[in-house]
């Protein structure tokens, strides 16, 4: 058992799924234990239920670890979890979903971060309303607020969309939304990543095509580090998938790499991959595969050893780095992801094939439509360059 940041939610580090447990003072006076079973695959989505659970059956719960014998005022039903002063709001509108975000945040997180999460709140209140009940919120809702960030040219934009699908997923893990909406909500906000990618007055690159990946790769001396990109841009990892690769996940058979866990950076271990679609094994470049079997052996690493014992701030500086000597533009570590769709894309392309979007989702642990709205108009910019050279 391990604790998390969520009071009465646990780790089980068996299985690496969470579980609650807590104690209970009932209507009728009496104290019960509650604990549920190590089914959620991850800490919000359980402390979400333990709330639904404190505010629908029983009075004001008491952690495992506080004595019967404390008594305190009895849970408002529906109230949510540490609510402000003001109770004027439903329970699912944005600003209690908000409230519910801050105080996360404010507990786990470094102040500036708090700072920017608020702002990035702010931004949604003012253009929704603060009471907006986030199930009337619609498809069309979404796409004109993503107008509407992309025509003020905030600076914040990115954090803005990011803490609005986290409210989205706080109320889709509350019952406050269908599958069927939340569906719907993720891939419009999908094409906010799209259209950020073709947007180039923003102040980072978003991908390197296969040449300007070659100029990087050049100016690196480091066998880790040649390592790092090359495995970042020919598998098109998520970071926290790439930073909980194990010696163990390598299939030498077939050139690949499994992936079927997460680095979980708020809790010390694993945590299950993003989606459904995440399991999966990513073949990649032989030659680099090679190269990354050869570096485990030689450093005499353990089945259970993770590879790239790195944090992604780290990885951030050495792209600085290695961009200014190669003379090219800067990309988010995030950016070797769309880097990795381009070079797939450019693959199909060079040999006359129409790409197959199916694969393309498999390698990435995404799903067709996911890719489609996200990726496509990588593909049509690669189209047009080839035509271009012919």
Do not use: W
């Not at 996360?104 to 931004?123: D, S, V």
């Not at 060079?350 to 990588?378: E, R």
């Amino acid at each position: 058992m391990a604790k998390s940041h969520y009071k009465g939610v646990y780790l089980n580090k068996t299985n690496g799924m969470y579980y609650y447990a807590t104690r209970v003072k009932t209507s009728t006076g009496d104290f019960k234990s509650v604990k549920s079973k190590s089914i959620y695959k991850n800490a919000i989505l359980c402390y979400a239920d333990l709330q639904k659970l404190k505010s629908t059956i029983f009075d004001e719960p008491l952690d495992v670890k506080e004595s019967s014998s404390k008594t305190k005022k009895p849970l408002i039903k529906n109230n949510i979890i540490n609510s402000t002063s003001n109770n004027n709001y439903n329970s699912s509108s944005l600003y209690c979903l908000g409230s519910e975000l801050l105080s996360i945040y404010n507990k786990t997180k470094r102040a500036n971060t708090y700072i920017g999460k608020k702002q990035a709140l702010n931004i949604i209140y003012n253009y929704f309303g603060k009471d907006k009940v986030i199930s009337d919120i619609n498809s069309n809702d979404i796409i004109d607020f993503i107008a509407y960030l992309t025509s003020k040219n905030l600076t914040i934009t990115d954090k803005v969309i990011s803490t609005l699908k986290q409210l989205i997923d706080r109320a889709f893990y509350s019952s406050y939304i269908t599958q069927q909406q939340f569906g719907a909500f993720k891939l419009d906000l999908a094409t906010f990543n799209a259209s950020s990618i073709v947007n180039h007055n923003k102040r980072e690159k978003t991908f390197y095509t296969l040449e300007e990946y070659q100029k990087l790769q050049n100016v690196i001396d480091n066998d880790f580090d040649k390592l790092i990109f090359d495995v970042l841009f020919y598998g098109g990892f998520r970071i926290s998938e790439f930073l909980a690769i194990q010696f163990k996940d390598l299939d030498a058979e077939n050139h690949a790499i499994k992936i079927n866990k997460q680095l979980n950076t708020t809790h010390d271990g694993f945590a299950p991959v993003k989606n459904k679609n995440g399991n999966r094994t990513t073949i990649i470049n032989k030659a680099v595969f090679n190269h990354l079997y050869d570096y485990c052996t030689k450093n005499g690493l353990l089945e259970n050893d993770i590879i790239f014992d790195v944090s992604r701030q780290n990885i951030a500086r050495k792209v600085g780095i290695y961009a200014k000597l190669a003379n090219i533009p800067y990309l988010n570590v995030h950016g070797f992801r769309h880097s990795c769709c381009s070079y797939l894309f450019q693959v199909y392309i060079k040999n006359n094939m129409v790409p197959n979007f199916q694969f393309i989702a498999s390698q990435l642990g995404d799903s067709v439509a996911m890719v489609q709205a996200t990726y496509s108009h990588l593909y049509e910019s690669e189209n047009e360059k080839m035509q271009d050279l012919i």
